[in-house]
């Protein structure tokens, strides 16, 4: 990393990338996780398939993509964590600091994501151990249910994962993060992506692949209903990792001359590239073992172990397939604590690993009320089901879009036009006016059609 002074009056804080490819790598890695290879298959398989995936693809194209430009733009403007750059950007466009809060709600979603997503990840780690340890062999469609419901209904397993995966994060973002994420990154995302091609090797021609790829591809309008909508949309932002902040942050490192909008491009390639793979991994195996794809949170850990067992050698690709997982959730959650921590660097002068140590434990707290959702607490369900389904519901769906919905508002309408122009100095004219649209009218229209759908008001 260099420190080296842009054009621009404000340099952030903790330095800059050292290059393009590293920013790029970061975003990549933020976006790339989890919520790629075992939320978009599970909540695909919820809201019946195709007519989803369809919509969720509309959401990244003319919701996601302008809302990613416009949060980098904000972040290289501000050169703070969220909080930060949002209450100096908001004084200095229309003296107002109110729009502070903008970043604050996505800290908070931030927040609540980080807590279930290490608990996921811990799953991911004890799926490695049970992978190399030679225990996902031999199996059926029974044991696979019940290897996975042992881990379920064990809180003490999940809690050591849960606390190893959190540990892991916390140490990171104390040393921080721009060592170590750029080896990270090139490693584990080729190594995924060959893997996943190893099992759509395995789907095409062992799996139910017609079955499959008819679920996933082929739109069937009679199963969407303004929930669906709502989670697709919320599935958008929460696999770009968009309003929460962090690509605001991230895009605080970036240096001025660098291309916001073909840097977007090529993220949001990659991102959907992934998911969509996953899913044409996913629903071959689901069909052809027997599975349901509405099963859920586990569907990655039911199907997948059933198809490495029956490639020769397969426990080797399992293991290496959890543990780059495991690195590709490090990667999604570094980019998850990062903000709070750099908001509670700069705001109470505490130092990194005193930021990273107590914010990090709060996470970690919280995540238990996720683990005893599987458990002790699974009887305990309101409104939208489980404690973890609730959490996940009310930051993917409701707290991820508000405040993306808030962020592109500012780039767009508050933001003076120059000053956006400024940041977008790189492109055409007509693609700065087809950005300037899509974030003023169609992404905020969007959200909030979709929003108002969902409580039933349209
Ligand atoms: N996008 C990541 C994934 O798909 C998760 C993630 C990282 C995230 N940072 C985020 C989600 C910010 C929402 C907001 O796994």
């Given at each position: 990393m260099n420190n080296h002074q842009d054009n621009q009056e404000r340099s952030s804080l903790h330095g800059q990338w050292s290059s393009r490819l590293t920013f790029?790598?970061?975003?990549?890695?933020?976006?790339?996780g989890l919520g790629n290879i075992w939320k978009f298959p599970y909540i695909a398989g919820e809201n019946g398939g195709g007519a989803f995936v369809l919509i969720y693809l509309v959401c990244i194209f003319i919701i996601g993509f302008p809302i990613m430009v416009s949060e980098?733009?904000?972040?290289?403007?501000?050169?703070?964590?969220?909080?930060?750059?949002?209450?100096?950007?908001?004084q200095e466009e229309q003296g107002n600091e109110a729009?502070?809060?903008?970043g604050l709600i996505g800290l908070m979603a931030g927040f609540i994501i980080l807590s279930y997503y290490s608990v996921i990840a811990g799953w991911t780690?004890?799926?490695?151990?049970l992978s190399i340890f030679g225990e996902l062999s031999n199996l059926d469609n029974e044991t696979a249910q019940s290897i996975f419901g042992q881990l379920t209904a064990s809180a003490s397993t999940q809690l050591i994962y849960h606390t190893g995966f959190m540990i892991?994060?916390?140490?990171?973002?104390?040393?921080?993060?721009?060592?170590?994420?750029?080896?990270?990154?090139?490693?584990?995302?080729?190594?995924?992506?060959l893997i996943l091609i190893i099992l759509l090797l395995y789907s095409i021609f062992q799996g139910d692949f017609m079955a499959g790829v008819n679920f996933l591809l082929v739109p069937d309008f009679s199963k969407v209903t303004s929930q669906s909508i709502l989670a697709a949309m919320g599935q958008a932002f929460f696999t770009l990792s968009l309003g929460m902040g962090c690509i605001v942050m991230y895009g605080a490192y970036l240096p001025k001359n660098e291309s916001i909008v073909g840097t977007t491009s090529a993220i949001i390639f990659c991102d959907t590239m992934i998911a969509l793979l996953a899913g044409m991994v996913i629903f071959p195996i689901v069909f052809q073992f027997g599975l349901e794809p509405t099963d859920g949170p586990g569907l990655i850990f039911l199907t997948l172990p059933l198809a490495f067992n029956e490639i020769t050698g397969g426990y080797l690709f399992s293991g290496l397939f959890f543990i780059l997982l495991g690195f590709a959730a490090i990667t999604s959650a570094l980019s998850l604590l990062e903000p709070s921590v750099?908001?509670?660097i700069e705001n109470k002068n505490y130092s990194r690993n005193k930021s990273a140590f107590i914010i990090g434990i709060l996470i970690w707290l919280l995540g238990f009320l996720s683990i005893f959702s599987f458990n002790a607490l699974s009887e305990l369900t309101f409104w939208k089901g489980t404690l973890f389904d609730n959490f996940d519901y009310i930051a993917s769906n409701i707290m991820l879009p508000l405040s993306g919905l808030l962020f592109t508002i500012f780039a767009?309408?508050?933001m003076k036009r120059k000053h956006s122009m400024d940041e977008l100095s790189d492109i055409p004219a007509n693609?700065?006016?087809?950005?300037?649209?899509s974030a003023r009218y169609i992404a905020p229209i969007g959200v909030i059609l979709v929003f108002f759908n969902a409580i039933g008001i349209i």
């Open positions: 790029i790598l970061a975003v990549t890695g933020s976006a790339i980098i733009m904000l972040g290289r403007r501000g050169r703070r964590n969220p909080i930060t750059s949002m209450k100096i950007l908001g729009w502070k809060y903008v780690l004890h799926y490695f151990k892991i994060t916390i140490a990171i973002i104390a040393k921080g993060i721009k060592n170590g994420l750029e080896r990270a990154v090139k490693l584990m995302m080729p190594g995924l992506l750099a908001w509670m767009s309408w508050v693609v700065y006016r087809l950005w300037r649209f």
